[in-house]
């Protein structure tokens, strides 16, 4: 959206700076007023636009909430603001990619706005070259052992009681032993294997994993029907966008998010 807007602001003032070339091409009073209320708005516009893009690519952006992993911390069409200073800036206009002079590291509880990567997106949006994004709370960063069983997270071995979750299915699935090597389990989930393996076979009882360097588990707090790094794998840092501060849409939910 930011790249969208940065053009249109470049078109503009294009736009505006042939008009100035060609002022003295309007003579009467009437040509003139018209010449002068058309290149005031245009003047306005450009400038309007390249401010808004480079404020939503370094500092803030809007975003909606497409889809209810996030339930009931966060509600499909619920608009929120996402910082995107907070975790580093990346050269402008990159959709992907390092980030630099990072205000503050990622941290388990996060609830993170991010490009959904490659394996998280079907083949026709890959062919297609679809982007979209995601939100997901950050339950492990790297180094971090991650297990569930019977829908409780384990980190480093202990047992995370998470306030946030919502379950909405009461079975529980069983558990299965999907590689006889915990290294093959581990290297199929880090390649998002798992998204072509049925869901009650992850869902439920996932892991052992141990994150990789530079990767962070994002996961839905509607843990039972949410589509997240159990499935498609460990989130590279080249994928985040922000965090996300404000719910503002509607007015009755407004609240700062944590």
């Known amino acids: 959206m930011e790249l969208k807007l940065f053009i249109a602001g470049c078109i503009i003032f294009v736009i505006a700076m042939t008009m100035q070339l060609l002022k003295k091409s309007f003579k009467t009073p009437t040509s003139k007023k018209l010449f002068q209320n058309v290149y005031s708005w245009a003047d306005t516009i450009w400038t309007a636009l390249i401010i808004a893009s480079f404020i939503m690519f370094f500092l803030i952006q809007a975003f909606k909430i497409p889809s209810g992993s996030m339930r009931s911390t966060l509600i499909e069409g619920d608009h929120l603001f996402v910082n995107k200073c907070f975790y580093g800036?990346?050269?402008?206009?990159?959709?992907?990619?390092?980030?630099?002079?990072?205000?503050?590291?990622i941290e388990r509880g996060d609830i993170i706005v991010f490009q959904a990567p490659p394996e998280a997106l079907t083949i026709s949006e890959r062919e297609h070259?679809?982007?979209?994004?995601?939100?997901k709370r950050c339950v492990a960063v790297a180094g971090d052992k991650v297990e569930i069983k019977d829908k409780k997270l384990y980190l480093n071995d202990v047992f995370i009681k998470?306030?946030?979750?919502?379950?909405?299915?009461?079975?529980?699935?069983?558990?299965?032993?999907?590689f006889e090597r915990m290294e093959d389990y581990q290297k199929a989930w880090e390649n998002g294997k798992f998204t072509s393996i049925p869901a009650m076979f992850i869902r439920d009882n996932f892991g052992p994993v141990i994150v990789p360097e530079g990767c962070y588990m994002m996961v839905g707090d509607n843990r039972d029907f949410s589509f997240d790094s159990r499935f498609w794998g460990p989130l590279s840092d080249k994928y985040i966008k922000g965090k996300a501060v404000f719910l503002y849409w509607p007015i009755t939910h407004w609240k700062f998010i944590s």
């Not at 800036?89 to 590291?105: D, E, S, T």
């Not at 998470?162 to 999907?178: M, T, W």
């Open 129 to 135: 070259g679809v982007k979209k994004d995601f939100i």
């Open 162 to 178: 998470e306030v946030y979750v919502e379950y909405n299915d009461d079975s529980i699935a069983q558990s299965f032993k999907l």
């Open 89 to 105: 800036f990346r050269v402008p206009f990159k959709y992907v990619g390092k980030r630099y002079f990072a205000l503050k590291k």
